[in-house]
C-alpha cells in the first residue's frame, strides 16, 4: 500500500477511502468524486494507497475530458469564451476564479463592485458577521489613553 499518491497535482494520503480522497484536489466535490468512482468503475471504499497505475490513468483521464459526467455537475458551465460546459481542477480553477472576478471588476458589475470595496457579494447582512479582520468599532477611553502613551526610549530636549 502506498502513502501517498499523487493525482492531478495533488497528494492524497493512502489510506483514505476513493471516495474521500478524490475530494482533496481542488475543484473535486463529493459528488463529482462519486461520479468519478461510478464513472470509472472503482469501488467508492477502497483506499487510495491500493489503486493500481491504471485506475489512477484512468480518473486522471475522466477529469480532463467528461463525455459521461452531466453537465450539472461541471463546476464552469457555459464559459464567457467558448460557451461549452468544462470542469476545472487544481491551479487552473485558481486562475479562472481570479479572472472571472476581474472581469466583474472591470465591467463594474454589482458583484465586481462588492469586490472591490470587501463587501460581501452574495447577498449576506453586512450588519455584523462579515467584519472579521477589519478595524472597526469603539475603543474606550481608557485604552486609547494606553495607546497614544509614549515608550520610555526616546526623550524630548
Known amino acids: 500500500m502506498k502513502e501517498l499518491v499523487r493525482i492531478a497535482n495533488a497528494d492524497i494520503k493512502g489510506h483514505k477511502a476513493v471516495v474521500f480522497g478524490l475530494t482533496r484536489i ?4 463529493d459528488m463529482f468524486a462519486n461520479a468519478l468512482c461510478v464513472v ?3 469501488d467508492k471504499n477502497k483506499k487510495v ?3 493500481e497505475d491504471a485506475e489512477v490513468k484512468a ?3 475522466s477529469i480532463e475530458n467528461l463525455d459521461k ?3 450539472w455537475l461541471r ?3 457555459k464559459e464567457m469564451d467558448s460557451g461549452e460546459d468544462k470542469h476545472v481542477v487544481g491551479p487552473q480553477l485558481k486562475l479562472k ?3 472571472d472576478i476581474r472581469r466583474m471588476k472591470k465591467t463594474k458589475s454589482y458583484k465586481g463592485m462588492r469586490h472591490a470595496v470587501g463587501l460581501p457579494v452574495r447577498g449576506q447582512r453586512t450588519k455584523g458577521h462579515f467584519r ?3 478595524a472597526v468599532g469603539v475603543v474606550k477611553k481608557s485604552q486609547q489613553k494606553q495607546a497614544k502613551k509614549p515608550s520610555g526610549g526616546a526623550k524630548k530636549k
Open 132 to 134: 472579521k479582520g477589519k
Open 69 to 71: 459526467v452531466p453537465s
Open 40 to 42: 470509472n468503475n472503482i
Open 97 to 99: 476564479k481570479e479572472f
Open 26 to 29: 481542488f475543484g473535486v466535490s
Open 59 to 61: 480518473i486522471e483521464q
Open 75 to 77: 463546476n464552469s458551465r
Open 49 to 51: 494507497g491500493l489503486l
